[in-house]
């Protein structure tokens, strides 16, 4: 246990010390590289050095990552920086000329007598390391003042997200229809109440002023985007394609934007959004002008008439304790994972924040944190960030972060099994390179564990698991999740739609097609809802870290990784807790990192005889 932190020792020189020392550190590893004679060079030197140190210091930097989170805001803000100039730096020292041309040296003269006596993995990170220097143009001037510019435009972008809460002031009577504990006079916008206002507010007026809030543009962000799409098709264009998204989708499964343009086709016209909109509107009275605020809440009535049926009605027989109780149950069952909460307030950053050890077979398999309560300063959004990865000297750490209000939605309930999807694969990796981990894996995978996983919360025995203790007995859990499933799958397109609608503006965007964000909007307005107005306010590219960060044209990615899991839990159906399946879907999918033909597995693992 001794490589977790102790927050009681944090302060903000220790951290500077910390910052200092880690710099020395990388730097006396890189400079022996650069001090090697060539006829010396061997793997040890070029790259095993540089791994365990950079094990070695992800012990201290991780407090850089899980600082964003800390209740000081001092400590915050420290974080935010000292991450940011981390990264330069290392990534600065990465792309020295000297250093690339003594991994090059090595690689041309002396890695063919060393491969046979390398590991799988180890020859993957040097073929790898040598893809990126030749085909990424790390060496390239103009490329790495092309990156720098990126990350500091990404940087500025994630500030304004980040020191900006979107907040808005309601009185009770704006409110009709939604849930108590939401009718105090200023709520912070996080997702999930977004969501909530979208399907239950009465007050057609409200609905509409926190859609446009919610797609504020925060200080003109979308610039900020469209800034860095240009400067990542400039990126493209010097290193010989003809766009972003063609430099990037090489290495996905998809494998090509046209591959992808089909994929996202073939689900426009089986879920095709429009029949749902004519339905909604068939309930409307005929001069009724639908617009984009409307389109949840009328699904929401359509779906409790239509099964009469109503998610409060599952809301009211679950807690947060109660769910994560759950889902720790099902881990135990599934994969035989024993995850136990480490009560200890000086490991914890926060008091609400929990720790966590996670056990297999005897052995502690890694750690991890749960920090799920709302507040101002987090990014909105829920997400698993790892903080060290498996190597021979650490074991995995992560951070799973959400941003709940106290009452609990089912939106949450489902966040909460995709998160824990992410969790379990990040520690069923066996990887020892980072390079190599789940980490890496294409992103139309990445989203498969997660997406699987929160089938769980719609199955029978899935909600057994999760119900508080006093329903266990007499609720008839089979009836119970058809409702939920019913409940789910009517106009269901609509919410299908707006993954999809964000997947082709992405596309387009990052494949040359030049249309002006405002203008994409409006144009798949009209092809996917019918609804002819845009209102100049809103501006979905204000707020889209995901395009920002590592989903630049992939984010169809959401809905193949989607199509995947429904795949895949095909093999689960009614058979949720047998550790048989669950131990292949580990030996199989998710501990292989990205060293593993994608299809190939997943079609192994459909064909099995379990
Ligand atoms: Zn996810």
Known sequence: MNQLIDFSKLNLNQMELMFANVKEEIKNTINQIAQTEDLNLSYEICFNKLLVTMNKVELQIYVFEIGKYHPNQEIRKKSNYLRKELSLFINNQLRREDINRKIQSYFYNKYSFEKQNLTEEQVAHVEKTIKEISYMGLTNQLIQDIDLKITNLKYKYYNNLESIPITIELNPDELEGCDQTFKKKRLILSISVFNHIMKYCEVRETRKKVYLKYFEDINLNSIILEEIINLRTQKANLLGFYSYSDLILDKTIAKNKFEVKNFLDKIFNKYNPQESIREIKSYLPTNFKLELWDLRFYAEKIKSEQTNFKLKEIESMLDFESVIKGIIKICKDLYGYEINEIVSPNLVYNSDVKLYSVINQGKILGYFYLDIKLKEYKIPGARVV????????????????????????????????????????????????????????????????????????????????????????????????????????????????????????????????????????KHYNKIFYLIESTPKEINILGAWPHIVGGYGSEFYSYLWSEFNAKRIYEKFKSRENDKKVGQAYIDLLLSKGSLMDFNEQINLFLNLKI
């Open 386 to 521: 790892c903080l060290t990865n498996k190597s021979e000297l650490n074991l995995p750490i992560g951070l799973l972060v959400c941003n709940f209000t106290s009452k609990l939605l089912f939106d949450n309930v489902i966040t909460l099994f995709h998160e824990f999807g992410h969790m379990i694969h990040f520690l069923s990796g066996k990887r020892l390179i980072p390079m190599n981990s789940m980490l890496t894996v294409p992103k139309d995978f990445v989203e498969t564990p997660s997406k699987l996983f929160e089938m769980w919360a719609y199955s029978e025995y899935g909600l057994r698991q999760i119900v508080k203790s006093e329903y266990i007995t007499n609720t008839d859990f089979s009836k119970l999740s058809f409702k939920l499933l019913s409940h789910h799958k009517i106009l269901f397109p609509i919410e299908y739609s707006i993954y999809l609608m964000k997947a082709f503006i992405d596309l387009d965007l990052h494949s040359n097609k030049r249309i002006v964000h405002k203008e994409a909007l």
